[in-house]
C-alpha cells in the first residue's frame, strides 16, 4: 500500500505515539480532580501536551493552548466566541467548511461575511482585503494552506492588515501546524486553531486552539472545570475557559509524544523533506498527457499537498482505479472546500458524482470490478459456509458437554438441597450460597378438561348454568366448587365425583443461579 491521504489524516505514527497512549490508558485518572497519583499522573500527561505544543508554535506560555476534540470544535469555539451580531467578518474561499459553516450559522444570526476570491492557480487576490474593509468589520479568518491546491496564505501580509486596522485575526493551521515552522508572536496571529491527526502526528479526537495573552473568547462550552466548582460560571481563566469536561487524556499523550517527536526530529527538516518530495512528484507527473494539476508551484513555500485530475476522467473513478489496481490512496471528491472547487472549477469532476463510463478502459475496469466483487463475495461466502458448520460441530459438542457436565452437577446440588436448612415459601424453596441460589419451584396441581364428558355431565346433574352457551364450561367457577383425591375430582359439598375433568401434578423443578 503507498499512503498518499496524510491531509486527510496521517496513518503511520511514530511509536511512541501508541505507546504514550496505552500507558494513559493503563495509568492516567481524571486531571484536576484530585491529588492521587492516577490523576496527578493525568495532569501532567495533559501539562506536556501544552508544553510541546507551546514549544513547537513559539506562544507565550502553555496556558495559551487549550484543547478541543478536534480542529473543527476549536474554529467554531474561536469564531462564535469572538463574532457577535452586527460584525462583520472577511474570509477567503479557500477556506473549509470548519470555516464557512459556522460563519453561515452566524450570518444567519445576523452577522456579515465577505470572501477575497481567487485567481485561476488558487491563489488568493490579497487586494480585497482592503476592499472588503468596513466599518463594522471585527474579525479575519484564513487558512494557512488550502487542503485543495496545497497554496499557502501570507499570513505576514494578512497579519500586518488586520493589525492596521484593529481586527482579530485567525488561522486556520490544520494543514499546517507539524507540517512547517509557525511563530505565532513573529506572525502576529491571535488565535491559531490546529487538529492532532494530521501532521502533528497525534491520533483521531484531538485537536485545539492558540489563544493570544489577553484576547478573551466566550466558551462553546461550559460545564465541569476541576476549579470553582461553586461559581454559576465557568471559570475565565485560560486554558480552563475553554475546555469544559474532562480531556481525551489518552489522546492529549499520544499527541504530546507526536510533537515531541517532531521537535526532536526538527520541524524544520521535516518540512524541507516533505517539500522535496511534493516537488519531486509534481515534476514526475506535472507533463504527463491529460494530467490537469491545480494550485500554483512557482512558488517553493507550498504545503505538501497536490491535487490533479486526469483529463476528463472522473475524480472518483480515477481514485478507484489507483487503489484497486495499484493499492494507491488518494482523496478525491469535494474536500469539504466547496467554494475553492467553484473558483476553480472542478466541481463537477471532482464531486463523487453518479459513475459514468465514458471509454474503453473504463468499461474494462468496471468488467474486472464486477469480476473481483463476484469472485470475493463467492470466497467469503464458501468460507462462511465452512467456518459455520465447523462452528455448529463445536456448539453441538459444546451443548452436550455442558447438558452432560451440568446435569450431573444440579443433581449433586439437588442432594445436597435436601440436606440443608433453606428458605421455603408457598411455592419456591431457596438455599443462598457466595456463588448463586439453589432453588426448588414446587409443584403444582393441573387439571385437564374433556368438554365432551364434562359438559353433559354438568347439564344432567343440574349445573347447567355452569355451560357456557358455546357448550363450554365456565372453568373459573366451576373450579371453585371442586377438591381433588388423587386423579378424581369430585364436589366438595356433595362428593360426587366429577366427569370429564383429570387431575394430574406436574413435577418440581429445580434450578441453579450464578
Given amino acids: 500500500m503507498i499512503y498518499l491521504d496524510n491531509a486527510a489524516t496521517t496513518l503511520q505514527k511514530p511509536p511512541c505515539v501508541g505507546q504514550a497512549m496505552l500507558d494513559a490508558l493503563e495509568h492516567a485518572g481524571n486531571p484536576g480532580r484530585g491529588a492521587h497519583e492516577p490523576t496527578l499522573h493525568a495532569a501532567r500527561i495533559v501539562y506536556h501536551a501544552r508544553e510541546t505544543l507551546a514549544t513547537l508554535l513559539h506562544a507565550e506560555s502553555p496556558d495559551c493552548i487549550a484543547f478541543t476534540a478536534n480542529v473543527t470544535q476549536a474554529l467554531n469555539t474561536a469564531l462564535c466566541g469572538l463574532v457577535r451580531p452586527g460584525d462583520h467578518v472577511i474570509t477567503t474561499v479557500c477556506e473549509h467548511n470548519s470555516v464557512l459553516r459556522p460563519l453561515y450559522r452566524l450570518r444567519e444570526q445576523g452577522a456579515e461575511v465577505s ?59 490544520a494543514q499546517t501546524a507539524g507540517a512547517r515552522p509557525i511563530d505565532v508572536q513573529a506572525l502576529g496571529v491571535d488565535v491559531l486553531c490546529f487538529t492532532g491527526h494530521k501532521a502533528l502526528l497525534g491520533p483521531q479526537g484531538t485537536g485545539g486552539l492558540y489563544v493570544r495573552p489577553g484576547l478573551t473568547i466566550a466558551p462553546l462550552v461550559v460545564g465541569g472545570s476541576g476549579i470553582h466548582s461553586f461559581d454559576e460560571t465557568h471559570p475565565s481563566q485560560m486554558p480552563t475557559a ?45 507533463h504527463a498527457p491529460g494530467v490537469k494539476i491545480y494550485g500554483s508551484f512557482d512558488e517553493t513555500d507550498r504545503a505538501p499537498i497536490v491535487s490533479l485530475n486526469f483529463g476528463g476522467e472522473d475524480a472518483a473513478c480515477a481514485a478507484d482505479i489507483l487503489w484497486e489496481d495499484y493499492g494507491i490512496c488518494v482523496r478525491a471528491g469535494a474536500h469539504c472546500a466547496p467554494l475553492i472547487h467553484k473558483a476553480l472549477g472542478t466541481v463537477e469532476q471532482g464531486e463523487r458524482a453518479p459513475f459514468r463510463i465514458t471509454d474503453d478502459r473504463c468499461a474494462d475496469w468496471a468488467i474486472r470490478k464486477i469480476a473481483d466483487e463476484r469472485s470475493e463475495y463467492d470466497r ?114 356433595t362428593g360426587e365425583i366429577v366427569d370429564g375433568v383429570t387431575v394430574y401434578e406436574t413435577p418440581g423443578i429445580f434450578t441453579v443461579d450464578v
Fill in 115 to 173: 470572501f477575497v476570491e481567487v485567481d485561476d492557480t488558487g491563489r488568493l487576490r490579497y487586494e480585497q482585503f482592503e476592499k472588503f474593509l468596513r466599518p463594522n468589520t471585527r474579525l479575519v479568518v484564513v487558512t494557512h494552506a488550502s487542503n485543495v491546491t496545497g497554496n499557502l496564505t501570507d499570513l505576514a501580509f494578512v497579519s500586518t492588515f488586520a493589525k492596521k486596522h484593529g481586527l482579530t485575526l485567525v488561522v486556520d493551521a
Fill in 242 to 286: 475553554l475546555e469544559a469536561g474532562t480531556l481525551n487524556v489518552p489522546g492529549l499523550a499520544g499527541l504530546g509524544a507526536g510533537v515531541e517527536w517532531i521537535l526532536s526530529q526538527g520541524v524544520e527538516a521535516l518540512h524541507e523533506k516533505e517539500t522535496a518530495l511534493t516537488r519531486l512528484f509534481y515534476e514526475k507527473i506535472v
Fill in 380 to 493: 467469503l461466502k464458501a468460507l462462511a459456509d465452512e467456518q459455520i458448520a465447523a462452528i455448529n460441530e463445536k456448539v453441538a459438542a459444546a451443548r452436550k458437554r455442558m447438558e452432560n457436565g451440568t446435569s450431573y452437577l444440579t443433581s449433586c446440588l439437588a442432594d445436597f438441597f435436601a440436606t440443608v436448612p433453606h428458605k421455603e415459601t408457598k411455592t419456591t424453596e431457596k438455599y443462598r450460597l457466595l456463588s448463586g441460589t439453589l432453588t426448588f419451584k414446587k409443584g403444582t396441581t393441573k387439571t385437564k378438561l374433556d368438554e365432551t364428558k364434562l359438559v353433559p355431565w354438568l347439564k344432567a346433574n343440574g349445573y347447567g348454568e355452569l355451560v357456557k352457551v358455546e357448550e363450554s364450561t365456565r372453568w373459573a367457577d366451576l373450579k371453585k366448587l371442586l377438591s381433588y383425591t388423587g386423579d378424581i375430582a369430585t364436589l366438595t359439598e
